[in-house]
Each structure stands twice: as C-alpha cells, then as structure tokens.
C-alpha cells in the first residue's frame, strides 16, 4: 500500500466518525486519538527496515536536454522535479555524517536511458570497458577471491595436482591456494561551463553539447586510469599490475616481426581467442610493411599486418586479431606502445552512477552554468603475476607489453 493509498483510507475513516460527533472538545480528542492510531497502523503495515515512501512519478523526462533543465531549477529555483532522483553526498565511516554539504557533494542520477547515451559515446573510444569484467559494487569494498596460481612446473591452480597411481597405492594429496583482491572505488568528477544565453535560447542546443563533452571526457579520463592508473586515488591501471609481462624489443624505437611473434606467443593459451592488440599512432607505420620473409619490399613478405581500407579500423588485424588503435598508448619506442591483453581479466567495479548537477554561483561574474558529473568507480587485473609454463621457464600472461630495453 502506498502513502496515497493509505493516507486517503485513513482519511475517509475519521470523516465519517468526526460525522456523528458534534461536540468540538471530543472532535479534538478523537482527532489526536486518530493521529497516534494512524502512526502506529503505518509501523504496522511497513515491511520490517522499510519505511513507506511516495510512490515514484511515473512521468518521465521528454530528453535528455529536459533532465538538465530541470536539475538546474533545483538550484537556481528551488523547485524540486518529482522526476529528479538526487543522490546525497558521502556519509562519513566515523561520524556517520555528510562529509560536506549536498550543494557540493550530491547529484542527480542521470535516468537510465540517457545513462546509456553516455555511455555509448564514451564507448566509441573506449579500450577497456567494452571488454572487461563489470561488477556492480553495493559497498565502498568488494573483496574478490583469486587463484594464486605462478608456474605449472609441477602443480596447477596454485597447488593442485594429480598423479598416475598403482591400484591400491597411496594417493598423494594436493590443494589450490587462493588469495584475495579488494576492488575499491574512487571518485571521477568533471566540469563544464555554459552561457546562461544558451539555456535561456534553447534546452534543445545544451543537450548535444553535454551529452558529447561529458560522455567524451568520463569515458576517456576513466579508460586512461584502466590503462596507465597508479592504484592512489584511482583504480591501478593494467601497465602497473603485477601480472603484466614485458617482451624486449630487438632494436630500439622499432618494431620487428620476432617482437610481435615473441608477445603472441607469451599470451595465456586459453586468451588467444578474446586477445586484441593496442597500439599508439606512432607504431602504424612501422606494422604497415610489417612481415615475415626474406623479400626486401611487402609484396614478397607474409604480411602480419592485415589492414582493411574499405572497413572499419576495428576490422584491422595483426596475426588474425583485432588491432585498436589508441592515442592512450605510449610512442614508439616506449614500453607499451603495443599492447596484447584479453581484457576479461581486468574487474572493473561500479560504485556510483554518473550524477550530474549544476551551479550558477560558481561562474556568477561572467553569467555562466557550472556542469558536474561524478561517478565512482574502480579497476584493477584479477591475476596478481605471470604463469610459469609447464616446461621450460616461459611466462604467459593475459597482459603482454612490447618493452622499451632490448634484447
């Protein structure tokens, strides 16, 4: 039963006793005997550790451009959209108080459909998200258990191993060791600025203009950290993991075919059918005449560079998998200007969805709209180290970077 519901039952009730009841003084006395029955009957009715609430607007936003204008008439108006879902800012751990005030702090969800067109223009440059390992996180710590598993020299899974036995014979017992990671948010906050000219003209021109600058930038500051991020203060990126293994290079400031053969065969055997490479901009030119053979021009080589002109760059591939081509990545030369991961083990953890709120005090004296987004978010490799194959001393990994050293 909603408020509404239960409001307009308790309602009818007392008008139809206060109707056979004409004296004012018992009229006052069952008005507040009424009161405190209405009270407990709620407590009664609400499941246990809820409270009743309004029942939602069913109304939604016409665009994305109409949740903007209404989020800013909260603060320039103070008329609160029942169709505004506002998110408060973060509770202290010790206090168990706001941090800060709402002003600065808290947000408005961004509904969901619109959540999704963020996302969709943060994606079209996107190199981690699309193909990671998303987990929705509930608390500010989502502890996740892993296989500390190094070399099958001798064991696998860490400790796990099986032996050929005689019937009767004595089995020699084994077990897996695991460990355990701990994903924790971190806060991604952005700014923007729009004339107060250009709200009043038309909420329609805002709606493009913030939907591509705040979907461009949390996208591409979010998959840097995934990429190229320290662990402090945000998620630790996979060029800082510990399970990352580096090729050296043959010659410095190149790329030759045996770097590229050496990374594709120090992928983890079961990935190389989900691994992509990462490239910079700069390496292009090096992959492009890029093959094996003794020829001394591309048309006698076996090109491993497979460029498609007529397709999207996605359908470009170095020994049969997909080339991304990414200014994120470092310049030629550098360890990790090429890239050769299957991102399935990375975990990345949603904290918070995006919030977006707004000021007019911030940019008062030049007649300006200040634009927040903030969500939380963090990111980190599930291996914790490379894997020792089972014969020889060669390493696999998921992670493989082209180092800057040579050989």
């Known amino acids: 039963m909603t408020k509404e519901e239960l409001d307009k039952l308790i309602?009818?009730?007392?008008?139809?006793?206060?109707?056979?009841?004409?004296?004012?003084?018992?009229?006052?006395?069952?008005?507040?005997?009424?009161?405190?029955?209405?009270?407990?009957?709620?407590?009664?009715?609400?499941?246990?550790?809820?409270?009743?609430?309004?029942?939602?607007?069913?109304?939604?936003?016409?665009?994305?451009?109409?949740?903007?204008?209404?989020?800013?008439?909260?603060?320039?108006?103070?008329?609160?959209?029942?169709?505004?879902?506002?998110?408060?800012?973060?509770?202290?751990?010790?206090?168990?108080?706001?941090?800060?005030?709402?002003?600065?702090?808290?947000?408005?969800?961004?509904?969901?459909?619109?959540?999704?067109?963020?996302?969709?223009i943060a994606l079209e440059g996107a190199v981690v998200r699309p193909r990671a390992t998303i987990l929705p996180m509930r608390s500010d710590s989502l502890k996740i258990p892993y296989n500390n598993d190094t070399s099958h020299a001798s064991t696998v899974f860490g400790g796990c191993s099986a032996s050929w036995t005689a019937e009767a014979a004595i089995k020699t017992a084994s077990k897996p060791t695991f460990g355990q990671l701990e994903l924790t948010p971190h806060k991604l906050a952005g700014l923007t600025y729009t004339s107060n000219e250009l709200l009043a003209d038309s909420g329609i021109a805002l709606e493009p203009l913030i939907l591509r600058m705040f979907g461009s930038t949390y996208g591409y500051f979010e998959d840097d950290a995934f990429l190229f991020g320290s662990g402090a203060g945000q998620p630790l990126g996979v060029f800082n993991c510990g399970c990352l293994k580096s090729v050296l290079r043959n010659t410095a400031n190149k790329v030759h075919p045996e770097d590229i053969a050496e990374m594709y065969q120090s992928m983890l055997p079961a990935s190389l059918g989900n691994a992509v490479w990462v490239i910079g901009p700069t390496v292009m030119a090096e992959l492009l005449e890029l093959g094996s053979g003794n020829a001394a021009d591309a048309s006698g080589k076996i090109l491993i560079w497979q460029p498609n002109f007529k397709d999207s760059i996605g359908a470009w591939t170095i020994l049969g998998r997909p080339v991304i081509i990414s200014e994120k990545l470092q310049a030629l030369g550098t360890a990790g200007d090429i890239l050769f991961a299957d991102f399935r083990y990375y975990l990345i953890g949603d904290r918070q969805s995006i919030t977006i709120d707004s000021s007019t005090h911030v940019a008062f004296t030049t007649d300006e709209t200040c634009w927040r987004f903030v969500l939380r978010v963090a990111g980190q490799c599930w291996p914790q180290t490379t894997i020792t194959s089972r014969r020889g001393a060669h390493t696999f990994s998921p992670f493989v970077q082209l180092s800057a050293a040579t050989s």
């Open 11 to 120: 309602k009818d009730k007392t008008d139809e006793i206060l109707k056979t009841t004409l004296d004012e003084h018992i009229k006052g006395q069952l008005k507040e005997q009424l009161a405190d029955a209405t009270n407990k009957l709620k407590d009664e009715l609400k499941p246990a550790g809820e409270t009743i609430i309004e029942a939602p607007s069913k109304e939604k936003f016409k665009s994305f451009g109409d949740f903007l204008i209404a989020a800013r008439n909260v603060r320039v108006n103070r008329t609160l959209d029942p169709r505004l879902s506002f998110m408060p800012g973060t509770v202290s751990k010790t206090t168990g108080h706001m941090e800060i005030g709402e002003d600065s702090q808290g947000g408005f969800l961004v509904p969901e459909e619109y959540r999704m067109d963020l996302l969709e």
